[in-house]
């Protein structure tokens, strides 16, 4: 959403490393049944020097492990973890800047959408998992999304963005997702320190239909999947407790995803056309991203940041995005 906010975080991030390495000689593999997270996701962490497309996205969540009592029948789940997400995005595009925009350049219609998810994992003895998730979703000027972007950048002194009165009309949706992951490549030491994961992706709903398929390489100082905060799965409640005292990790995920239909870009999935003012486009049917992160987690505290690409996702859209993300995590009992 701006340019030079980057340098302002990194004296946060080198305090927040600091603060986690005061733990790192702990010995202590005390399991943590609950973990709260907070991501932020924008443009300027990946030094793009612009706003555009996927220009910032706002997550808080949590998540329990379910008392392993509760399935000790089952001979191959190890673990099972329920949470709920609320999240924002907003989605501009290749200019919004007064001097500079146009219609012409709505390559990438502006939209907001707001939701919230609920969550439900399982691990299994394997090394597999299946997660499934349902959100309740808004998109459209109820988000506030443009008021919110309006703010920040007067706040900060960048411009004032322009082109809010095309974007995206207001509609409600519902959305399910099953993702299914299973680890295929591993060493053969007892401390892992390198293994490849499928990962297969269903999206359908009245916001997203579509499905993606990739492939996460990990290195470093590994969890087996069941007890990795790369998948999530951290928080523990009985069951078979983690390797090693911390975890770090240097990953890679790429995928290809093929959509079917994305309300962001193509609007209202009930409307058979644009709604007056309202500027949609059509979407590229085969997407390609990339993500590239370091995860470490030490007790209590985990911080993961990646640096993600997305090719075109808009037929005619101008150039690719790029965007980082940085996650905080806090597990207590």
């Known amino acids: ?181 299973k680890v295929f490549i591993k060493n053969s030491l007892e401390n892992r320190r390198f293994d490849c994961s499928f990962i297969g992706e269903a999206r359908l709903g009245t916001f997203f239909i579509g499905a993606s398929a990739g492939v996460l390489l990990r290195a470093g100082g590994l969890e087996k999947m069941f007890n990795s905060a790369v998948f999530n799965a951290k928080p523990s409640s009985g069951g078979e407790g983690a390797l090693r005292n911390s975890e770090w990790s240097f990953y890679a995920l790429p995928m290809l995803s093929s959509v079917v239909y994305d309300a962001t870009i193509q609007g209202n999935i009930f409307e058979p056309g644009p709604l007056p003012n309202e500027i949609i486009k059509e979407p590229q049917r085969l997407v390609f991203s990339q993500q590239i992160g370091f995860l470490f987690t030490e007790r209590k505290f985990g911080l993961d940041i990646s640096y993600n690409y997305r090719s075109k996702e808009v037929v005619n859209v101008i150039k690719a995005s790029q965007f980082g993300s940085i996650k905080f995590f806090y597990f207590f009992n």
């Open 1 to 181: 959403m701006g340019r030079s906010r980057t340098g302002l975080l990194f004296p946060f991030f080198c305090a927040v490393f600091i603060l986690m390495n005061q733990f790192v000689f702990a010995q202590d593999n005390r399991q943590y049944a609950y973990q709260v997270g907070g991501q932020t996701d924008n443009d300027s962490y990946a030094f793009t020097g612009r706003d555009r497309y996927y220009s910032n996205g706002l997550f808080f969540s949590f998540r329990k492990a379910i008392d392993s009592k509760n399935y000790a029948t089952s001979n191959n789940i190890v673990k099972k973890i329920y949470g709920f997400e609320l999240g924002h995005e907003i989605f501009m595009p290749f200019t919004a800047q007064k001097g500079y925009y146009s219609e012409d350049l709505i390559d990438r219609p502006y939209a907001g959408y707001i939701y919230l998810k609920g969550m439900y994992d399982f691990f299994y003895k394997k090394e597999s998992a299946l997660n499934l998730s349902a959100s309740l979703g808004l998109i459209g000027p109820s988000t506030g999304v443009d008021k919110l972007q309006s703010w920040v950048h007067d706040a900060f002194g960048y411009y004032e963005p322009q082109g809010w009165e095309h974007q995206i009309k207001n509609s409600y949706g519902i959305d399910f997702t099953a993702t299914y992951k």
